[in-house]
């Protein structure tokens, strides 16, 4: 086992560091660390509409983070980042008991895991096998990896704790899991499972009704209205899975085929729980389609874009890859482990397809876990995959840093010309001032009915639209204290507060 510790770890830094990687304030950390932020100081970002509209009451994610930070005093990002690595860490060790759960010896069990943790992006709902940023959601998904690998091994009460902390970290990702193996092993009445799930529902009821910060409530019992599912349409597309592109639907229903004939082909040789698991989880994950469909593009139940029931469909690719990369490993032809490992090495980047051949070829040996360094290597560097843009630059860091320095806590910015850009959320988190409206702040239009009619009144009236330089009046009108503009737009007619390279600041009249 010393060796499969050593090995997981090695993986897991790897895919930390180098493939698929890990990013922070560069996608919904955006959102979650203004919010966070605020629950550890009330004081700041007061004028903002995203840190002052949290949406933390049922996941506990707020309550360790921030108590972590006091306890130990450091900043959220490397509190996050060792939260982030350790969970990639479980899911790592998670799948590697469904190796040896079903049948897979050490070296083949090291192989899936690393298999699994080069990630992949599930089109259509905007979700990832492996998180790049440190959210809730990422740290849920490999607790639901370790809670199946436990099952597999028949550890029922372990499972259900597994189950039970992740639901108190994101409840809307665990329900495929939950109804899949807790029904399997309350059918087997293994009612052990039951303390996991019972205590965490508990918990996290409680943590709820205590739950401050909130300036709207959600609703539940309603329907969406028009003009907020229009623009939900717009900016959120994704939860309407009537939008989708055919061809999406269309490399779903190739990945719920290849996870559906790779049961059939290991079925026989797998335990009764994996066995059971295996074929249900990718039909539940395809089912949430139709579920979504109906509830949402039907019936608009407005409580759908929260909970989003269609991110289940990761799990038929989830499958695909574990299905898939099991069957490689126990069968003893060079062509059908080929077959087999085709789709989990065409999903982290397509060119590099090819890499199921050598890995094939290499399955028959003890060694065959080694080829995943190669892999996780080979996409960034010889293949070229880039799985995230690098959004931080030194001249945003130091206009950041200067407003946090020189401006009064409750300031608001407004950055005019910023259009599509996410750098103004990545100014909200560092310099812990109020931005007046950006663009990924739009994504929580899912969330609230009054936060998304004010952030769409703010969107369209600006950055919404091209961008013509107005009176310094203007700006102050809005209720901003301060513009910030890329350099290429800087201002004839005022002079800077502060400006480097990249940004130049005005103070609004």
Known sequence: MKLA?????????????????????????????????????????????????????????????????????????PILGVLQFAARLIGLYGVFLIGTAAGLELSGALFLSGLFGLGTVIIGPAVLTVEYEPIPRGMALPLLLLAIGWSGHCRWRAAGIALGVAFLIHPPTVWPVWLVVGGYALWKRHFEIAW??????????????????????QAFWSTVPPDLETLQRMRASYVWVGMWQADWWIQHALLLTIALGAWWRIQATLNPALRVIFLVLPLVGAASLAVSFLLLDVAKWIVIPQVQPARALLWVT?????????????????????????????????????????????????????????????????????????????ELAE???????????????????????????????????????????????????????????????????????????????????????????????????????????????
Not at 16 to 36: A, K, N
Not at 196 to 217: C, H, M, T, Y
Not at 478 to 491: F, K, T
């Open 5 to 77: 510790f050593a090995g997981l770890a090695a993986f897991a830094l790897l895919g930390f560091f180098v493939f698929p990687g890990h990013t922070y304030l560069q996608s919904d950390t955006q959102i979650y660390l203004p919010m966070l932020e605020r629950a550890v100081d009330p004081a700041v970002l007061t004028n903002d509409i995203i840190a002052t509209h949290p949406h933390l009451r049922y996941t506990v994610f707020d309550e360790v983070a921030v108590g972590l930070k006091r306890i130990i005093g450091a900043d959220f990002e």
């Open 196 to 217: 996991g799930l019972g205590g965490a529902v508990v918990v996290l009821f409680v943590a709820a009704k205590f739950q401050i910060g909130e300036s709207e409530a």
């Open 318 to 394: 989830a499958a695909a890859i574990l299905n898939g990369g099991i069957a490689a490993v126990r069968s003893s032809h060079l062509a059908e482990r080929f077959a087999w490992l085709l789709a989990p090495f065409w999903l982290p980047g397509k060119a590099l397809w090819w890499l199921a051949a050598p890995a094939a070829a290499g399955l028959r040996t003890r060694w065959a876990w080694a080829f995943i360094p190669v892999a996780v290597c080979a996409y960034p560097y010889l293949g070229g995959v880039r799985n995230y843009p690098n959004l931080h630059s030194p």
């Open 399 to 509: 206009v950041s840093a200067w407003a946090r320095q020189n401006t009064r806590v409750e300031s608001v910015f407004h950055f005019p010309d910023a259009g599509l850009a996410l750098y103004p959320g990545i100014f909200r988190a560092r310099s812990l001032r109020s931005v007046w409206v950006d663009r990924k702040g739009g994504g929580q239009v899912n969330f609230a009915y009054g936060l998304a009619q004010e952030w769409w009144r703010r969107y369209d009236a600006t950055i919404g639209r091209a961008y013509q330089s107005q009176p310094l009046p203007a700006y102050r009108s809005l209720g901003a204290d301060y513009i910030i503009l890329q350099r290429s737009h800087a201002r004839p007619d005022a002079q800077p507060l502060f400006a480097n390279r990249g940004y130049a600041v005005y103070a609004l009249p």
